[in-house]
């Protein structure tokens, strides 16, 4: 570490005198108490600042402990994600690339990425439209890591999407603990931070991976600059749960694959669901990235899958294979890669 | 797990834990699975005492359950059913179950009562290797043309599956999620990506009962 982790009496000395100040004002003045203000704090605290942590992520009772380093130098946002204690695994973001290190795979996953959300993530600012689905709430203050914490709540108002709870640090609105609960309330996964350093600087070896990558495969995918097929890129999903609607229609080479996929995003404004329409397997016989001597299966795929804290549902509609995967309940892929079909004259937003 | 270490945990996850103690039971964690594992059950609790109910999804239980009734085979329903039954994909025989292959986190599904209606197979891709079988795949009936529209309500419909495809191979379900993720700019995409860091082995165990409800199926039972 190269600095000395913030000491508890440090935080809680002033912190309990604003707090004895703030309560003595009455609620309807207390601007920057808006837990839509908090959200806004965290989410550039989460973007702009310096931070080395040790969080355990709690899901189904198995619990994982991670560490996340992520630096802010002249603009640049260098970032790496580290499995501590289970696969080895670890991911690198540096240079607008996302580096993932399999080494269980013996095999190196690298995409571009333009995109300049933090690992941990954030959440976008609130719209009306947002806010049709979804109620922000402030929660009782409480103490995490003996830190005063201010709890934000984002309920669904359907059981199409997940909320999250959030306990920020008074001091630097970072979380210090995330839950995604689902519209009832029931808890799906969280992170609890158990250490976070925010450090003027980090130096370069904290953030280069630990993985030897001798012997391993790389492998790069991403978006392609050839368009899907006619054939694949006149589809579109014919039905959307309440508030979701077509953001971003593309191509993107699947691992391995010989021909793009349509890929299309649909979004609620927090949530997001990627829908991928392909050749059906048995036709195009790409092999998957991380599997190259398995050939691609003869059957087609179909079923409902877990992925984290989502779903992926895959199905076959007409022949081509189309793959719902998002951070949203089951239903919700299942209902978008349902209703796919092909459509005449959609209104395109391209990548 | 000692009386102390139980003490660290409870007053850690309640945030109550001095600095000074967190950093030993951090330390502990790390490098202690069986540890970790009662942190987890704990975790799991404390949940349920706060009144946020308990989460029974649960990686690798597609793995338990899949050993408790392997050999048995997988039937499609009769007909459609208004609430939603948990069904799974399963080995069509004999195939031991993989653990640690995956790469994405695959598990059981619990069972359901949602609203709008949805009946239909809700199945868990779970092995690499094996050739899978669907008990029923769901089909949306759907009206007209034109551009999305909203579904304020929907039923789905099961459909007698006459293939047997395949499941999502998890090295191909991480390259979709790699593939999303950019455009997942919430949490969710924290969510995605950490889950993409967990290796799907070692599994603690959770009650059978707790976490899955009966198969559909009249002759698949799940081992008590």
């Known amino acids: ?351 | 797990m000692s009386e102390q270490i139980r003490e660290q945990v409870s007053a850690f996850l309640d945030g109550e834990l001095p600095d000074t103690e967190t950093e030993l039971l951090l330390k502990r964690l790390t490098r202690d699975g069986e540890l970790r594992e009662s942190f987890g059950r704990y975790a799991l609790i404390g949940e349920a005492l706060r009144g946020a109910g308990s989460q029974i999804l649960t990686r690798g239980f597609a793995s338990r359950v899949n050993l408790a009734i392997d050999g048995e085979p997988a039937q499609a329903p009769a007909h459609a059913q208004l609430r939603r039954e948990a069904r799974w994909w399963r080995p069509i025989a004999g195939v031991t179950v993989a653990a640690g292959v995956a790469a994405v986190a695959i598990v059981a599904l619990q069972q359901r009562s949602i609203s709008p209606r949805l009946s239909g197979a809700t199945t868990t891709a779970q092995n690499v290797a094996a050739p899978l079988r669907a008990a029923a795949p769901t089909q949306l009936p759907l009206q007209g043309g034109g551009g999305p529209r909203e579904a304020l309500s929907y039923t789905v419909v099961p459909a007698a599956s006459t293939e047997a495809p395949s499941a999502i191979a998890p090295a191909r379900l991480t390259n979709y999620v790699f593939a999303h993720s950019k455009y997942s700019s919430g949490l969710g995409q924290r969510g995605l990506l950490t889950d993409l860091l967990i290796d799907d082995d070692e599994v603690p165990p959770i009650p059978a009962q707790r976490a899955m409800p009966p198969p559909p199926a009249p002759d698949t039972r799940v081992a008590p």
């Open chain 1, 1 to 351: 570490m190269t600095q000395p982790r913030l000491a508890l009496a440090y935080w809680l000395v002033p912190c309990a005198l604003v707090g004895a100040l703030l309560s003595t004002v009455p609620q309807s003045a207390r601007g920057a108490d808006d837990p839509r203000v908090w959200l806004q704090r965290m989410n550039k605290a989460l973007a702009t600042r310096n931070y080395d942590g040790t969080f355990f992520h709690i899901s189904g009772g198995r619990v994982e402990t991670m560490r996340i380093v992520h630096r802010v130098r002249s603009g640049r946002v260098t970032e790496r994600l580290q499995s501590l204690d289970g696969s080895g695994r670890e991911f690198v973001r540096a240079n607008d690339e996302l580096t993932c290190y399999l080494p269980d795979q013996h095999t190196v996953l690298v995409e571009p990425r333009q995109d300049r959300g933090p690992f941990l993530g954030s959440l976008p600012q609130f719209d009306a439209t947002v806010s049709d689905f979804y109620r922000i709430e402030a929660l009782p203050d409480t103490h995490i890591l003996g830190r005063p914490t201010r709890v934000i709540a984002v309920n669904p108002k359907d059981q199409f999407r997940f909320g999250y709870r959030l306990w920020l640090d008074e001091k630097t609105a970072m979380p210090l603990k995330t839950q995604l609960c689902d519209s009832r309330g029931q808890v799906i996964e969280q992170i609890f931070f158990a250490r976070l350093d925010m450090p003027e600087s980090i130096p370069d070896s904290d953030l280069a991976p630990t993985v030897h990558t001798d012997g391993m495969r790389w492998v790069r995918q991403g978006a392609s600059a050839d368009n899907a097929s006619a054939a694949l890129a006149a589809y579109r999903a014919s039905q959307l749960p309440p508030g979701f609607r077509l953001t971003v229609q593309g191509a993107q080479t699947i691992g391995g694959a010989t021909a793009p996929a349509s890929h299309l995003v649909y979004s609620d404004g927090l949530a997001t669901v990627s829908v991928f329409i392909e050749q059906s397997s048995s036709d195009s016989g790409a092999p998957s990235a991380l599997d190259p001597q398995a050939q691609a299966p003869e059957a087609p795929m179909q079923g409902l899958a877990r992925v984290g804290s989502g779903y992926a549902f895959s199905t076959v509609v007409q022949g081509h294979q189309v793959t719902a995967v998002g951070e949203v309940p089951a239903q919700t892929v299942e209902f978008i890669a349902h209703s796919v079909k092909i459509s005449s004259g959609a209104e395109i937003p391209h990548h």
